[in-house]
């Protein structure tokens, strides 16, 4: 099984600011990785898929970026509205599996 | 607009079985998509359970393979989740989502239920 490993567990940040967020995976994944958003008490919301493609309807300011076994999501002015819990997730080997998240809170 | 919807009890007796559906809208479960279901035990990350294509074709979490039934309904556009033997530790949120599929190959999940509580409790 292929472990996704997240970094930092939480992270406080003021609005405005650069947010970077990191996913390592135990072997290579080539870029099968997405990026999922969990607002708190909603269901997740894909974010970004094949490690840089941006979903449908998500705004700029989020973008992914590495390959292999190391990943960032990057929001590069954070909103109010984007505390949140962010997972990485691998799809280049079953099972699917979820890193444990990165949780934005707002200073 | 793609939307599923999860419907189930929301208490089961350890022991029993555990069924889910998922009611998809405004896209054709026959289509080509993948539909798989994630749970989340309170107050923790996301767990993958399984995934299936409509043509009966499906993918288990080893951990609970023994346990975990998924089937689909193509005229009600529906899919279902059977886990059976449970116990507290399956007491979660339960969410399905569509599933990217492509050329026999598996991807993200683009859209997700809003997800339902499923407690295991005598």
């Known amino acids: 099984e292929i472990v996704m490993t997240q970094s930092p567990a939480t992270l406080s940040v003021s609005p405005g600011e650069r947010v970077t967020l990191s996913c390592r995976a135990s072997r290579s994944v080539s870029n099968n990785l997405a990026w999922c958003q969990q607002k708190p008490g909603q269901a997740p919301r894909l974010l970004i898929y094949r490690a840089s493609t941006r979903a449908t309807g998500i705004p700029a300011r989020f973008s992914g970026s590495g390959s292999g076994t190391e990943f960032t999501l990057t929001i590069s002015s954070l909103q109010s509205e984007d505390l949140a819990v962010y997972y990485c997730?691998?799809?280049?080997?079953?099972?699917?599996?979820f890193g444990g998240g990165t949780k934005v809170e707002i200073k | 607009q793609v939307q599923l919807q999860e419907s189930g009890p929301g208490l089961v007796k350890p022991s029993e079985t555990l069924s889910l559906t998922c009611t998809v809208s405004g896209y054709s479960i026959s289509s080509d998509y993948s539909w798989g279901w994630v749970r989340q035990p309170p107050g923790k990350g996301l767990e993958w359970i399984g995934s299936m294509y409509h043509s009966g074709s499906t993918r288990y979490s080893a951990s609970l393979k023994s346990r975990v039934t998924m089937s689909v309904d193509t005229p009600k556009n529906q899919f279902s989740l059977m886990l059976s033997y449970v116990t507290a530790a399956d007491t979660a949120v339960y969410y399905c989502a569509r599933q990217y599929y492509s050329g026999s190959a598996w991807y993200h999940f683009d859209y997700w239920g809003q997800g339902t509580l499923v407690t295991v409790s005598s």
């Open positions: 997730q691998q799809y280049d080997d079953w099972p699917l599996t």
